[in-house]
């Protein structure tokens, strides 16, 4: 995969995060205000310094009107994106490339979603008309189509393998019960989530991701005019993304236990950041975790374990805060929620706090102790065998 | 069968919703319902047939196309599956 990249070349200065929940009283324009306040008031910046704006969002809006509205941006930039549930990661992507070029001096990233206002559960999307012969399968049934496969592939054990979702699912609670911007704040025993409803395969409600409103938003700045703004910017590393063949309901050489668009994207990235060996040189992971088996594959797809090997590592607490590599500090899509075209943003947001040093110290990761730097962002939109991948890597330091 | 799933959200006039990757003797694949089968008894390498089914029927208008059930025995004797 041929990419340039644009290690060092822009930063992040300011950041801005709404809690992620149900919030019944406000639509997606105030959680768009909410964000870029929080946004432009950590980067010590008005919203009239910055130059041009890329909204995400799946559905909660069309075109540049829905971000230029609510802020008031008359007559300036602003695209709308849409790239599944990676939304949020490509108007990240795009604003980096936009100052990286030299057109803007300023740009902002923000991505919405206001989900629970559909009267339905779960992500509601008008798709174009088909024929009606595909197969009806709801979002935690494609993703469960994983875990058969891993199972048989590897020699795990079903119900061995239902202990690791489990486990996937505790860490992530745990981890968002110490973020008060966090969808589910709290706390569940392995036994409640192991005998939670099944909704589809092995999978329980609590090995889905929480279905939520919420905005995230990014200020990004060429590195060189970065300590204007702040003293501890986070550079952007890598960007890379990877959209795949879409031919895995087709292709019987996809086999369900891999996204080889992650493999792909991930490679790509590293390159880009000059890392080698991520589960060493990484402090940090926030991954798409939109359910239990999708965290599971991506710790062997971001070369965080080798193949067949995830399950044991998710055991052992590799992944704990207090592991090797803490993976979704900030409790994931699994608990701080998921509203699709904030998700994206909303990991770098972990990754702001995290490595500049102000993440409460109940979620701190173990990691930052050991002089690591680099955070991972990864961000899948589609199911198996048919999706995009977006991943990135951000630092505290600019390279020597 | 590839793998499988049994959805319990989906829509289906036979619910649950029991799908299978379905891989064909001689190359290609088809993601489908599996139909008059045990749900709690589909296993990876399960041989399947396919069989023309109604999907979904709205304001009175049947759609049918196919989905997959288990290889009837017969056919499995008689190596013909």
């Known amino acids: ?400 | 069968v590839a793998t499988f799933t049994v959805d319990r959200l989906a829509f289906s006039l036979s619910p649950p919703v029991v799908a299978a990757v379905v891989d064909f003797d001689g190359g290609g694949r088809f993601r489908c319902e599996l139909t008059d089968v045990d749900p709690e008894s589909v296993a990876i390498g399960d041989r399947v047939e396919m069989t023309f089914r109604r999907l979904f029927t709205a304001n009175g208008v049947h759609n049918y196309f196919w989905k997959a059930r288990p290889v009837r025995a017969k056919a499995i004797e008689e190596g013909e599956s």
């Open chain 1, 1 to 400: 995969m041929a990419s340039n990249g644009i290690r060092d070349r822009v930063a992040i200065v300011g950041m801005g995060c709404t809690p992620f929940g149900e919030h019944w009283d406000k639509g997606a324009d105030h959680l768009l205000v909410d964000a870029a306040n929080e946004a432009i008031g950590s980067a010590g910046v008005k919203i009239d310094d910055i130059d041009a704006f890329w909204l995400g969002t799946m559905g909660s809006g069309i075109s540049g009107l829905t971000l230029s509205r609510p802020l008031k941006l008359d007559y300036r930039p602003v695209s709308r994106l849409e790239n599944m549930c990676a939304t949020g990661s490509e108007a990240f992507r795009n604003a980096c490339y936009a100052v990286a070029s030299g057109a803007y001096d300023t740009a902002m990233a923000i991505g919405v979603e206001k989900l629970k206002d559909s009267g339905f559960s779960g992500l509601v999307t008008a798709r174009p008309v088909d024929d009606g012969t595909a197969a009806s399968l709801t979002a935690p049934a494609l993703f469960s189509l994983l875990s058969p496969a891993y199972a048989h592939k590897y020699g795990v054990d079903q119900a061995e393998l239902k202990d690791v979702f489990t486990r996937i699912a505790w860490k992530n609670h745990h981890n968002g019960a110490r973020n008060p911007r966090a969808q589910f704040r709290k706390e569940v025993p392995k036994e409640d989530i192991a005998c939670s409803p099944i909704v589809a395969g092995p999978l329980g409600i609590f090995d889905c991701s929480g279905v939520s409103d919420g905005s995230a938003a990014a200020v990004i700045v060429r590195a060189e005019d970065a300590h204007r703004y702040c003293d501890n910017p986070l550079y952007v590393k890598a960007l890379s993304f990877a959209a795949g063949p879409a031919a895995g309901p087709i292709d019987p050489g996809y086999d369900y236990t891999t996204f080889e668009e992650v493999v792909r994207s991930a490679a790509d990235a590293y390159r880009q950041a000059g890392i080698t060996d991520p589960r060493a040189e990484l402090a940090m992971a926030e991954v798409h975790d939109c359910f239990t088996p999708t965290e599971l594959v991506l710790m062997e797809d971001l070369g965080f374990a080798e193949r067949g090997s995830a399950w044991k590592e998710v055991l052992a607490g590799t992944f704990d805060l207090d592991g090797e590599l803490a993976v979704n500090p900030d409790g994931g899509l699994k608990s701080f929620g998921h509203p699709i075209g904030a998700s994206g943003l909303r990991m770098l947001f972990e990754c702001w706090l995290q490595l500049r040093g102000e993440a409460p110290a109940e979620r701190r990761v173990a990691s930052l102790d050991r002089g690591r730097t680099l955070g991972l962002t990864h961000n899948l939109g589609g199911s198996p065998g048919e999706c995009v991948s977006f991943v990135s890597v951000v630092g505290s330091e600019p390279s020597a």
